[in-house]
């Protein structure tokens, strides 16, 4: 690790983490910065280089950078964003943390605005989100106005808000979850830092994670409705060819989501530094090259190592371990892991006889434990599950061809019968040729052919974790909620199949609702909300993710069980 400069400021209220991996080609977020309206002592900028570049388009703007750090990682190796903000982390003195877009514009409240919300309340994780344009004429970046980034070319602008910001029922994948992200640096390293653990490799992380980490802490996330980001279109900017972790198919790390599901707060693979500072220790002077990077990520981290890893979990259809496994829950505590059935209330102590619970000194130990242990029935279903999987891989060729099809029929139906419409805003250039729009639309359907795999896989993972725990708790293991169960689900594969295993007797028999879509579960959830003793539910994961909105505001499903 390398030291270009160090912060002088003695007492910065706000410190600003700012990421590079030897990518970015405009850094105008700091030329921004330069017209905040709060005196520049407020505030510190530190800069994370992952590899070794010292970026030439940061120079003209270093006089506003205060620590820039080069952490020199090889080559070789994924970028990890975790382990910068890591970094970032110990390196700041503000009591607030900012982590933000550096090739983004703010408007000169910015720095004021974060500040003022941290004053109002304590106990808060802070979002902003970001308006995004698409033009192309903006890049290289020319430092377009405010309105003009607005205007033509912005995709999620309705009425000054981002369309994020309105969204109620999906704010997860609505909105910009790594736009910029503010907390307490006390409050973080209190969390245990950003997690470093393999799945956050390459561009499916952000600090999201820790944000959800922070809502099982009991801080309130809380999203800005009058101040923004705003980005403009540059190359890469939605990550294509990059290497991407497990997500949902849909660019939320789904490792990130389970930790919703399950309430931990403890990041899987904790940084040492930051482990020193929650702990109060002092860290001396070789602290640097010993606790802050782990000599093994740079063997673990190397893309060939990576990419041979990702194809090993291709071909057994399993990801790394994190603290979800085969309807187990797994902790860590002080270098010893234990695990015990999610359905299960959490032992007390490792001596209940009653508790189910497993010990080991890895959780390589606690996996093998599990695996020893699976009922016989549980790895026929998950097969079952993996050629289910296939056959819809198969025919999703033919099938998404023959939907957009309908589709446009129907759209042009409906325009035919509402009679002329005013143009939108925003209407994407023409292509200069045929071979251009085959580019495109090959590009088009790579990108959607790569959310639905990942997507079958997010769904497959957690479908085994359902039929596992269901499976379990037909032997009378307790429920986190009494009374009658209804079990809420919206594939129609999963509806006759468990319908199928109960009816075998394989799986304990509960009523099963199936909503077909997001206005039949907008319309169903509405209607528990007004009932006086809503009932008992057992929710999908997918519903619990791509509604934790409309989940959240209802006050009368806080002992929902999820799988």
Request: proline share 4%.
């Amino acid at each position: 690790m390398k030291f270009l400069k160090h912060s002088t400021r003695k007492r910065p209220k706000v410190s600003l983490i700012l990421l590079d991996w030897s990518v970015r080609e405009s850094f105008h977020l700091l030329d921004y910065l330069r017209r905040q309206s709060v005196d520049r002592d407020q505030f510190e900028v530190v800069f994370i280089e992952y590899y070794s570049r010292i970026a030439e388009a940061l120079k003209p703007f270093a006089d506003q950078v205060d620590t820039w750090a080069l952490l020199e990682m090889p080559e070789s190796c994924v970028y990890h964003k975790h382990l910068m903000y890591n970094c970032g982390l110990v390196f700041a003195h503000g009591e607030i943390v900012v982590l933000c877009d550096s090739d983004a514009m703010v408007r000169e409240s910015f720095i004021r605005t974060i500040a003022d919300e941290f004053e109002r309340e304590h106990k808060i994780v802070l979002h902003l989100d970001q308006f995004r344009n698409l033009r192309k004429d903006f890049y290289p970046f020319n430092y377009p106005s405010f309105e003009e980034v607005l205007g033509e070319g912005c995709i999620n602008n309705i009425d000054g808000a981002t369309a994020g910001i309105l969204e109620r029922l999906d704010p997860l994948h609505s909105r910009n979850y790594g736009a910029c992200m503010c907390a307490r640096r006390a409050d973080l390293i209190a969390l245990g830092g950003a997690d470093e653990h393999i799945d956050y490799l390459g561009h499916v992380c952000g600090p999201y994670e820790m944000t959800f980490r922070l809502i099982n802490c009991g801080f309130k996330e809380t999203w800005h409705e009058a101040e923004f980001l705003y980005h403009t279109w540059h190359p890469g900017q939605s990550g294509v060819d990059n290497y991407q972790g497990p997500h949902d198919g849909k660019q939320m790390s789904s490792t990130a989501l389970e930790a919703l599901v399950t309430k931990r707060t403890r990041p899987l693979v904790e940084n040492r530094a930051i482990r020193c500072l929650r702990a109060g220790e002092e860290l001396g002077g070789e602290w640097i090259g010993t606790h802050l990077i782990e000599e093994s990520y740079r063997r673990d981290w190397d893309r060939d190592i990576v990419t041979e890893r990702q194809a090993r979990e291709r071909k057994s259809g399993k990801k790394a371990i994190t603290d979800l496994y085969r309807a187990h829950k797994i902790t860590n505590d002080d270098g010893r892991f234990y695990a015990w059935r999610s359905t299960d209330a959490k032992p007390q102590a490792s001596g209940d006889s009653s508790s189910r619970i497993l010990e080991g000194g890895t959780v390589q130990d606690l996996v093998e434990k599990i695996d020893e242990a699976y009922p016989a029935f549980l790895r026929l279903s998950e097969r079952v599950t993996a050629f289910h999987s296939l056959v819809s891989l198969g025919l999703w060729p033919l099938a998404v061809p023959i939907k957009a099809l309908v589709r446009a029929v129907r759209e042009k139906v409906g325009q035919e019968n509402q009679g002329p419409r005013a143009a939108p805003a925003f209407r994407p250039p023409t292509e200069p040729s045929m071979a251009a729009r085959l580019r495109r639309l090959w590009q088009q359907c790579k990108l959607a052919w790569l959310a639905t795999k990942y997507r079958q896989a997010y769904v497959n993972r957690w479908e085994n974790e359902m039929i596992a725990g269901l499976y379990f708790t037909r032997n009378g293991a307790p429920w986190d909620a009494p009374g009658k169960k209804l079990l809420i689900i919206t594939s129609p594969y999963l509806h006759w199949y468990l319908k199928a295993l109960m009816v075998l007797g394989f799986l304990p028999a509960i009523r099963i609702k199936r909503l077909k879509g997001r206005h039949e579960i907008e319309a169903y959830f509405g209607e528990l909300a007004r009932r006086k003793e809503p009932e008992s539910l057992i929710l999908a994961r997918n519903i619990f993710t791509d509604f934790h909105g409309l989940i959240r505001s209802c006050p009368g499903f806080k002992n929902l069980i999820v799988f």
